[in-house]
């Protein structure tokens, strides 16, 4: 039984690092992209000046776009395995499992829509735009 806790806070615990990841290349791509479009550039150049670690991240999304691909294919590996671990018998702790299992999965689905959005800004609109 312990086993199966440990499973799923893992879980856990590896969807919310997929969500920072995430958040990562949506940070770099789509964050830029956006301010631009809507002529926010003034703002955009302040907060580049403020925090220039973004265009180290910008320079390298090929990099950053891939460590956070495998951590969500991991955290999806994980997602799933973890779909058939029985819960504890007591029903506060079953109650918890199952509310647990559910956050875990809409962090990692919140996590791909990111993932996804940035993806989209960072290599596929800038081939529209050519």
């Known amino acids: 039984m312990a086993a199966e806790m440990h499973r799923l806070q893992a879980t856990k615990r590896l969807n919310l690092l997929s969500l920072f990841t ?14 631009v479009a809507i002529g926010s550039v003034a703002t955009l150049t302040s907060l580049i000046s403020q925090f220039p670690q973004l265009i180290w991240i910008s320079e390298h999304k090929p990099l950053v776009f891939s460590l956070a691909g495998a951590m969500l294919l991991v955290a999806g590996w994980l997602q799933w395995q973890a779909r058939l671990l029985p819960c504890p018998a007591d029903p506060a702790l079953a109650a918890l499992c199952k509310r647990t299992r559910q956050q875990s999965l809409w ?18 609109a800038p081939l529209l735009i050519d």
């Open 107 to 124: 962090v990692y689905v919140f996590s791909v829509v990111l993932f996804v959005t940035g993806a989209f800004f960072a290599f596929v």
């Open 22 to 35: 995430s958040g990562s290349t949506l940070i770099c791509c789509a964050l830029p992209a956006a301010m």
